[in-house]
């Protein structure tokens, strides 16, 4: 799964986090400074915010872009000349390039919420008549939302269909790495369905999945920093009282609750799931059989096979009931846990309009974020349902490198796809 499209899977991913690492590390200790040295510092401590989509292209975003750029330059370069692979132009640059558009993404999503800010403070006061105003600058606001989200939305097109793309030249690579391989591979019950369907399920789920987990990943880091500067509006939490970092304890302790609850519903799920899989690969084998030979897939059998698979989803579904009664009482219940946090805030007359959109909005991207595992159960056990079945059907080829022919078929293919 993973050899067919990234150089040393097990050193290439390592590397790729020890040098995310030390990249992250170097700029928040000394990288974002070395910006002045080429005219594009830093954003003043003491400066104000600057509002709308002037903010993606101003100086400490400019610079951000260029130093992200060179890292992974200088990563791509390492491992081309360290083991070329003929996937490399989409494991590394293209796979860059969707994580730059993300990061993008998310960007415009802080740069609205701090619109939120002065804005809903304005129209709180046409609201209360504190403020006089004319139309003319009330759609001037509104034009400066209008701008990020349309910057932010054909962000998001164009990386979904980076995305496909590149999902399927992962696709492509595990196709031909077991295609040039058949020969070994064919004698193993189910080969074709694996080869064909569990590589195009495969590279599916890994779409969604690892999108949203990327997406999740960046918005946490990109908003966490927010919340830490909206909680000044908080007094105090329910029952805790008054405590440091209210909202980011609020955040992680109640996404922690649901995260490990969820996960204790679900314990029972990936094996079943995967036992599901066998029963239906054993009715559909016999199917097959009865295709070709009149004396294969008689009534009695086939209805035993099937008697199997419908056992096998009853026992899933009865186990679905208590997953699905936690996963969605918590879900609920998150819908009000934000205000419930902030009840005392509002009583005590401590947040505006404004203040409150801010915070609702920051807080539920946070939340969100750190419930990537709670929405995502039911696609995480499928995928772990996928693996298994490839990691079983590759064992025949681990620790065999591909002839010599294959790669030069690999990489005839990897320079005649078109990017």
Same mark, same amino acid.
């Given at each position: 799964?993973?050899?067919? @499209?990234?150089? *040393? #899977?097990?050193?290439?991913? %390592?590397?790729? $986090?020890?040098?995310?690492?030390?990249?992250?590390?170097?700029?928040?200790?000394?990288?974002?400074?070395?910006?002045?040295?080429?005219?594009? #510092?830093?954003?003043?401590?003491?400066?104000?915010?600057?509002?709308?989509?002037?903010?993606?292209?101003?100086?400490?975003?400019?610079?951000?872009?260029?130093?992200?750029?060179?890292?992974?330059? $200088?990563?791509? $370069?390492?491992?081309?000349?360290?083991? #070329?692979?003929?996937?490399?132009?989409?494991?590394?640059?293209?796979?860059?390039?969707?994580?730059?558009?993300?990061?993008?993404?998310?960007?415009?999503?802080?740069?609205?919420?701090?619109?939120?800010?002065?804005?809903?403070?304005?129209?709180?006061?046409?609201?209360?008549?504190?403020?006089?105003?004319?139309?003319?600058?009330?759609?001037?606001?509104?034009?400066?939302?209008?701008?990020?989200?349309?910057?932010?939305?054909?962000?998001?097109?164009?990386?979904?269909?980076?995305?496909?793309?590149?999902?399927?030249?992962?696709?492509?690579?595990?196709?031909?790495?077991?295609? *040039?391989?058949?020969?070994?591979?064919?004698?193993?019950?189910?080969?074709?369905?694996?080869?064909?369907?569990?590589?195009?399920?495969?590279?599916?789920?890994?779409?969604?999945?690892?999108?949203? @987990?990327? *997406?999740?990943?960046? %918005?946490?880091?990109? @908003?966490?920093?927010?919340? &830490?500067?909206?909680?000044?509006?908080?007094?105090?939490?329910?029952?805790?009282?008054? &405590?440091?970092?209210?909202?980011?304890?609020?955040?992680?302790?109640?996404?922690?609750?649901?995260?490990?609850?969820?996960?204790?519903?679900?314990?029972?799920?990936?094996?079943?799931?995967?036992?599901?899989?066998?029963?239906?690969?054993?009715?559909?084998?016999?199917?097959?059989?009865?295709?070709?030979?009149?004396?294969?897939?008689? #009534?009695?059998?086939?209805?035993?096979?099937?008697?199997?698979?419908?056992?096998?989803?009853?026992?899933?579904?009865?186990?679905?009931?208590?997953?699905?009664?936690?996963?969605?009482?918590?879900? *609920?219940?998150?819908?009000?846990?934000?205000?419930?946090?902030?009840?005392?805030?509002?009583?005590?007359?401590? &947040?505006?309009?404004?203040?409150?959109?801010?915070?609702?909005?920051?807080?539920?991207?946070?939340?969100?974020?750190?419930?990537?595992?709670?929405?995502?159960?039911?696609?995480?056990?499928?995928?772990?349902?996928?693996?298994?079945?490839?990691?079983? @059907?590759?064992? %025949?080829?681990?620790?065999?490198?591909?002839?010599?022919?294959?790669?030069?078929?690999?990489?005839?293919?990897?320079?005649?796809?078109?990017?």
């Amino acid at each position: 799964m993973f050899v067919s @499209f990234f150089p *040393q #899977p097990k050193l290439f991913f %390592t590397s790729a $986090a020890a040098w995310s690492l030390a990249a992250i590390l170097f700029w928040f200790f000394a990288g974002e400074q070395l910006g002045a040295v080429f005219g594009l #510092p830093p954003a003043a401590l003491d400066a104000p915010p600057i509002i709308g989509i002037a903010v993606l292209w101003s100086k400490p975003f400019l610079w951000f872009y260029l130093y992200f750029a060179f890292c992974v330059a $200088a990563f791509y $370069a390492f491992w081309n000349w360290y083991a #070329p692979h003929p996937w490399q132009g989409w494991s590394i640059l293209m796979t860059a390039v969707i994580l730059f558009l993300i990061y993008f993404n998310v960007q415009v999503s802080v740069a609205v919420n701090t619109w939120y800010g002065p804005f809903y403070d304005y129209i709180q006061g046409l609201m209360s008549g504190t403020i006089k105003s004319t139309a003319a600058e009330f759609y001037i606001g509104l034009g400066s939302f209008a701008w990020l989200a349309l910057v932010g939305m054909n962000v998001q097109v164009v990386n979904a269909f980076i995305v496909s793309h590149w999902i399927f030249r992962w696709r492509t690579a595990m196709n031909d790495y077991f295609v *040039q391989n058949w020969s070994r591979l064919r004698h193993i019950e189910g080969a074709s369905q694996r080869i064909q369907e569990d590589t195009m399920r495969f590279s599916q789920i890994m779409e969604d999945l690892g999108s949203s @987990f990327v *997406q999740s990943i960046m %918005t946490l880091i990109a @908003f966490l920093p927010v919340m &830490i500067q909206l909680q000044t509006h908080i007094s105090e939490l329910p029952i805790v009282g008054a &405590i440091p970092q209210p909202l980011v304890f609020a955040a992680l302790a109640w996404c922690l609750f649901g995260t490990v609850s969820v996960m204790v519903a679900g314990l029972k799920l990936p094996g079943l799931q995967f036992r599901n899989q066998r029963v239906e690969a054993a009715y559909r084998k016999e199917l097959v059989y009865g295709e070709d030979n009149a004396d294969r897939a008689q #009534p009695a059998t086939t209805a035993e096979l099937f008697s199997n698979v419908r056992h096998n989803y009853f026992r899933l579904y009865f186990h679905y009931i208590y997953f699905n009664v936690v996963r969605y009482t918590y879900l *609920q219940a998150d819908g009000i846990f934000s205000m419930l946090i902030l009840g005392p805030s509002f009583v005590a007359h401590k &947040i505006s309009f404004g203040a409150f959109s801010q915070i609702s909005n920051a807080f539920s991207r946070v939340t969100g974020s750190l419930q990537f595992l709670l929405t995502s159960w039911s696609t995480i056990v499928e995928l772990q349902s996928v693996h298994k079945r490839l990691r079983a @059907f590759e064992a %025949t080829l681990e620790g065999e490198p591909l002839p010599e022919i294959d790669q030069r078929y690999l990489q005839r293919q990897g320079a005649e796809d078109p990017a």
